[in-house]
């Protein structure tokens, strides 16, 4: 990689800016070293965990040491490589100036220790991540549990990264003490336990097909999103669409855009890089598109090319009056994600003529709190205020999207709340607060849609709600 434009000091000012803008939050030259210790290394899951918790971490601390045996990776779309080589250009990819090494994970070197990937697990003064399908775990000091099943469902394992993400930061920078704990959740009904068994965790037994997406965004959010897709044992389209370049601000939160991204005078698109990460899945097509969601309407109405009607659209951005735009334009059942700076992620579901659509969920005053999408821009539609952002929120935003699409696809039955509330400072001591929120009453737009005057593209879509 070539040299980047800026020098170290200059580097990190900017890319943690976003950070620093939370109250409490001051990352800056600390001589603290994590160390990562990996077991169970050809597992699928255990690879899925690694990966992510370290491209999360290497995004936000400087001084990492890595212990593991090398293996194959058997990731989706990572194949021919081996798993030391895909964890050393991940970090440095994310960033050039790490301090980043491959050793023997001690005290003796290293401030605090997590044990990654379940097995006997060894020590008091350690931290533990495990996962499994639909489960995350996560402890400090104690470990009564293991799981030691391996699956190529991956979403327990990234919220699991996430989460130990989110408590060692806490500690990192002094906002939290280490305390013993262990805590697992499962993303099927956000259920929580000391115990694993106490959760469900249900199989899913066919192949998973998303069908036709559009994303509207390419942030923070999105972007982890179509990362996440790209090491999913999954299917779809993917049409990807945004205006926006890449920033350096943007390669805090983001495990797609990269230093080498923000090189020199370059203004790469986010759509591009997206695109970029997704190619290599056999499964998956992405079709980025340059331009606001507007454009991409008029576009698919001038019938240049056959666009079809999504199955599910992904709300990302929260500019240029998209909610009302979407609306406007009859959507399929929608999902969106955001975060905000106070560490809680929120989730947002639409089904047309039953659930709150974008544009009133949103706008309700019922909904309290100030809502951010992950790049930092007020949720307040056209208004460019810069707030802050933290490195692990945007993608469990993305995690609850996917788990969110498993179970419109495989457990219609099972769905929980179209809105949610998810927590992430003092994580195990905060509750999930799920609700669901009946069709606005006030809303200008989706108070006069009904199934008589709606697109008949929605009764075709792969979720269609009767």
């Known amino acids: 990689m070539e040299e980047l434009n800026m020098n170290k000091e200059e580097w990190y000012h900017k890319r943690n800016d976003r950070s620093n803008r939370i109250e409490g939050v001051l990352l800056g030259p600390s001589a603290k070293r994590i160390g990562i210790k990996i077991g169970n290394e050809s597992k699928y899951s255990v690879q899925v965990l690694s990966l992510v918790l370290l491209n999360i971490m290497s995004r936000w601390c400087r001084r990492i040491t890595v212990e593991l045996i090398d293996v194959d ?52 003064d350690k931290f533990w991540v495990d996962s499994n399908e639909w489960i995350a775990g996560i ?17 327990g394992a990234a919220y699991a990264a996430a989460m130990i993400n989110s408590i060692v930061f806490e500690v990192y920078l002094g906002l939290a ?16 336990s000391r115990n694993p068994s106490d959760l469900k965790n249900p199989v899913i037994l066919n192949s998973m097909n998303f069908g036709n997406i559009w994303q509207v965004g390419a942030g923070a959010v999105g972007s982890n999103f179509d990362y996440l897709l790209s090491v999913a044992e999954c299917s779809c389209n993917v049409h990807i669409i945004d205006y926006d370049c890449v920033e350096v601000s943007n390669t805090s939160s983001s495990l797609v855009f990269n230093a080498e991204d923000v090189l020199g005078n370059q203004k790469l698109k986010k759509v591009d890089l997206c695109e970029r990460v997704l190619e290599n899945h056999e499964g998956i097509r992405g079709i980025a598109f340059d331009g606001d969601y507007n454009d991409f309407i008029k576009f698919r109405e001038s019938k240049e090319t056959e666009i079809e009607y999504p199955d599910v659209l992904l709300c990302f951005a929260n500019e240029r009056n998209i909610w009302s735009t979407i609306q406007n334009n009859e959507p399929p059942i929608t999902l969106a994600a955001t975060t905000s700076n106070n560490w809680t992620v929120n989730f947002f579901r639409h089904m047309p003529f039953i659930e709150r659509c974008i544009a ?37 935003a993305a995690v609850l999207i996917y788990v969110e699409l498993i179970k419109l696809s495989h457990f219609r039955d099972s769905l929980g709340g179209n809105f949610g509330q998810f927590p992430f400072r003092n994580l195990i001591k905060s509750n999930i607060i799920p609700m669901q929120l009946d069709k606005g009453d006030g809303c200008n737009i989706c108070r006069d849609q009904t199934r008589e005057n709606y697109t008949d593209e929605y009764s075709l879509s792969k979720y269609y709600v009767k």
């Open 73 to 124: 990776c058997v990731l989706k779309s990572r194949g021919g490589i081996r798993l030391k080589e895909l964890l050393t250009e991940t970090m440095k990819g994310a960033d050039p100036y790490g301090d980043f090494l491959f050793d023997k994970v001690e005290h003796e070197s290293c401030d605090i220790i997590i044990d990654v990937g379940g097995g006997d697990f060894d020590g008091h």
């Open 139 to 155: 402890g400090y000091g104690v470990k009564s549990n293991s799981i030691t099943k391996d699956s190529t469902q991956l979403h």
């Open 360 to 396: 009133c969920s949103f706008k309700s005053k019922k909904i309290e709190g100030k809502l951010i999408c992950s790049s930092g821009l007020n949720i307040d539609e056209g208004v460019e205020e810069k707030l802050g952002s933290l490195p692990f929120l945007s993608f469990a």
């Open 177 to 192: 003490k280490k305390e013993s704990f262990q805590y697992w959740m499962t993303l099927f009904d956000f259920d929580s």
